[in-house]
C-alpha cells in the first residue's frame, strides 16, 4: 500500500500515541480502585488489577475449577449486587452456613445461620474490600480483607458437588 506521506505520517504518530497510552490506561484501571490507607500503612483495593492477578495468581493450578473459584471470587469482592451478578451470587450461598464474629473485648461467637438477601448483601463486598489474601488447598480457598479502617472480613469457599459454595463467613471488628 503506497500512502502519501502526511498519511503514513500521521498513521505512525497515531501508533506511537496508541502504545503510549497502555500504561496509563493500566494505572488509570488501578486509579478506579484507591487504596485504604490504615495508619502508616496502605493496602491495595481487592478490585485493582494488580490484585486481581495477584489473587489469581495465588489460586492457579491449586484448586479445582479454577475458572469458576475466579469467578467466585470476583462476584464476591468486586460484582454489583444486582441483576445477572445477584443469581450468581446467590448460588454460592448454600441454604445454611457458619458466621463468627469477634470484637474487641467481645468473646468470639460462632453460630449456623440461614441464608437470605441481607446475608448476600452484607457478604459481597462490591468493590469495597482492601488488602486481600488468601489461602489455598485444592477444595478450599479462605479469603480475608479489610471493608474499612476498623475491621477484617472474609469467608471460606469450599468445593462441594461440582460447584464453590461458602462455608463460613466471618468479621472482627476493633
Same mark, same amino acid.
Not at 502504545?19 to 502508616?40: E, F, M, R
Not at 496502605?42 to 475458572?67: H, R, T
Not at 471470587?73 to 448460588?91: D, I, K, M, N, Y
Not at 486481600?132 to 472480613?153: F, G, N, Q, W
Given at each position: 500500500?503506497? $500512502? ?5 505520517? @500521521?498513521?505512525?504518530? $497515531? ?6 497510552? =497502555?500504561? %496509563? +490506561? ?9 487504596? @485504604? ?10 478490585? &485493582? *488489577? ?5 489473587? =489469581? +495468581? ?5 484448586? +479445582?475449577? /479454577?475458572?469458576?473459584?475466579? !469467578? ?5 469482592? %468486586?460484582?454489583? !449486587?444486582?441483576?445477572?451478578? !445477584?443469581?450468581?451470587?446467590?448460588? @454460592?450461598?448454600?441454604?445454611? *452456613?457458619?458466621?463468627?464474629? /469477634? ?12 441464608? &437470605?438477601? /441481607? *446475608? ?7 468493590? /469495597?474490600? =482492601? ?8 477444595? !478450599?480457598?479462605? $479469603? ?6 476498623? %475491621?477484617?472480613?472474609?469467608?471460606? $469457599? ?5 460447584? =464453590? ?10
Amino acid at each position: 500500500m503506497n $500512502l502519501p506521506y502526511h498519511n503514513r505520517l @500521521l498513521m505512525f504518530f $497515531l501508533f506511537i500515541f496508541s502504545v503510549s497510552a =497502555w500504561p %496509563c +490506561k493500566v494505572a488509570h484501571a488501578d486509579s478506579t480502585y484507591p487504596p @485504604l490507607n490504615i495508619y502508616d500503612t496502605s493496602y491495595p483495593n481487592a478490585c &485493582s *488489577l494488580s490484585k486481581q492477578l495477584e489473587l =489469581w +495468581k495465588a489460586i492457579s493450578g491449586k484448586v +479445582k475449577d /479454577e475458572a469458576l473459584a475466579r !469467578r467466585a471470587l470476583h462476584a464476591l469482592l %468486586c460484582g454489583p !449486587r444486582t441483576g445477572p451478578e !445477584r443469581v450468581f451470587l446467590a448460588s @454460592l450461598f448454600p441454604q445454611k *452456613l457458619r458466621e463468627k464474629i /469477634e470484637g474487641t473485648g467481645q468473646e468470639p461467637s460462632s453460630e449456623i445461620i440461614l441464608r &437470605s438477601d /441481607e *446475608l448476600i448483601d452484607r457478604t459481597a463486598a462490591a468493590g /469495597e474490600a =482492601w488488602g486481600a489474601s488468601v489461602t489455598v488447598t485444592h477444595d !478450599r480457598i479462605e $479469603l480475608s480483607y479489610h471493608p474499612d479502617e476498623v %475491621c477484617v472480613s472474609g469467608f471460606t $469457599l469450599s468445593y462441594r458437588g461440582a460447584k =464453590w459454595v461458602i462455608d463460613e463467613i466471618g468479621s472482627a471488628c476493633d
